[in-house]
């Protein structure tokens, strides 16, 4: 089995890389390293003794991606590779439409004419509406998206369905990611943001680490049980073994099918302090400020259908996140140092 990972030197595409490798798929990596470094890709061959080919490129570029499926026979293609940051999305939302919907159009084109029909998608629980109940089952009401970046994986997930829709050969996994946190527990691979990070877990590990004054807790005084946001936070190890798990689902069933990936579980801004404190006796100073703008008080999933469909739960506890994130952030304090 060969698989083509887009955006694998990114953050949950490298720690992918590791668990397709150790799952004996030869594995061959697109990223154009906007936002990532090839040592992640580097420190996926100390972890795993293999080292993922690596093409240095846009997906954009179609006459790449028309070698790239000339050299290789896949039998699917994981499309990770996409702008991220919902501030920056608010300012370049132009940049971000072209990015994240380009790539996806070029890739499924050559992806066709190449007969290569299955595809693993990074889609995001803000295809989500605030107006839900929780928690949040695949049917609930997408949309009233409040920023491009959301809208980026609303309108990836509409293509998608729409080319499945036409062309019943296409097998397609819409995973809707909640919170992905953590590193492996080497301590080796792990998240990298540059800049200030926009995350809660980056800015704790940072904050400990003394790259970051204190933490601003945005807002206690939201509808939850110590009146901080309340989140669904999966290890990336886990979420990176959905993937291994979707691909054997894709392999056997045909159509777009969008699955939560998360615990099931909210954790608030306070509880993820403390137990990070906890487990790592470190201290992460921190100040209550108001709410940002966008943010919803509880985001959990239901968790179920990815039990059912793809055989997979989250397994790692949110100690394991905190530890595995101290690990990478401490023996690591710049990242990748790029
Ligand atoms: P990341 O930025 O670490 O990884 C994305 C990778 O894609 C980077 O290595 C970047 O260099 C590469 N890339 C971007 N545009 C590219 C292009 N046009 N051509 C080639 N490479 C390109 O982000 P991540 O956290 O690993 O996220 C991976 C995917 O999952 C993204 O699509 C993201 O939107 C989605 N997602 C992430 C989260 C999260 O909290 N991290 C949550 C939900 C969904
Ligand atoms: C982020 C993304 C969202 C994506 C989701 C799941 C942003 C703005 N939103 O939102 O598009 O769907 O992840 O991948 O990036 N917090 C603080 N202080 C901080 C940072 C965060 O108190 O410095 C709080 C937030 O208010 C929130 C919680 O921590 O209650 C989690 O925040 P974050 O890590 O940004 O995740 P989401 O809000 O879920």
Not at 39 to 68: C, H, M, N, Q
């Amino acid at each position: 089995m060969k698989v083509l990972v887009t955006g694998g030197a990114g953050y949950i595409g490298s720690h992918t890389c590791v668990e397709l490798i150790n799952s004996s798929i030869d594995t061959v990596v697109l990223d154009n390293l906007c936002n990532s470094s090839e040592k992640s890709l580097d420190r996926v061959r100390e972890i795993t003794g293999t080292s993922p080919v690596f093409y240095k490129g846009d997906v954009r570029d179609e006459a790449l991606l028309e070698r790239i499926f000339s050299e290789n026979e896949f039998d699917c293609v994981i499309h990770f590779a996409g702008l991220k940051c919902v501030p920056e999305s608010v300012k370049k939302p132009a940049e971000y439409y072209e990015n994240n919907l380009g790539s996806t159009l070029v890739l499924c084109k050559v992806m066709a004419r190449h007969g290569c029909k299955r595809l693993v998608f990074s889609s995001s629980a803000t295809v989500y509406s605030a107006v839900n109940e929780m928690p949040l089952k695949e049917d609930s009401i997408k949309g009233d998206c409040t920023n491009p970046y959301g809208w980026t994986k609303y309108m990836g997930e509409r293509i998608l369905t729409d080319i499945a829709t036409a062309d019943p050969e296409w097998a397609i996994a819409l995973l809707r990611y909640f919170n992905p946190i953590g590193a492996h527990e080497s301590g080796l691979i792990g998240e990298d943001p540059r800049g200030i990070p926009n995350n809660l877990m980056p800015f704790i590990a940072q904050t400990a680490v003394g790259r970051r004054d204190r933490l601003t807790v945005f807002g206690n005084d939201y509808n939850t049980k110590d009146g901080t946001g309340v989140r669904d936070y999966l290890h990336v190890v886990d979420l990176a073994k959905g993937h291994v798990a979707a691909i054997g689902y894709i392999m056997e069933h045909k159509g777009a099918e969008p699955i939560n990936l998360g615990t099931g579980t909210g954790i608030s801004v306070l509880d993820m302090v403390e137990t990070f404190k906890q487990v790592n006796q470190v201290d992460v100073p921190y100040g209550f400020g108001p709410r940002r703008a966008g943010d919803v008080a509880t985001c959990y999933a239901q968790a179920d259908k990815a039990k059912r469909l793809l055989g997979w739960r989250a397994e790692k506890t949110l100690e394991d996140m905190c530890r595995d994130t101290w690990r990478w952030q401490s023996s690591n304090p710049d990242g990748y140092g790029e």
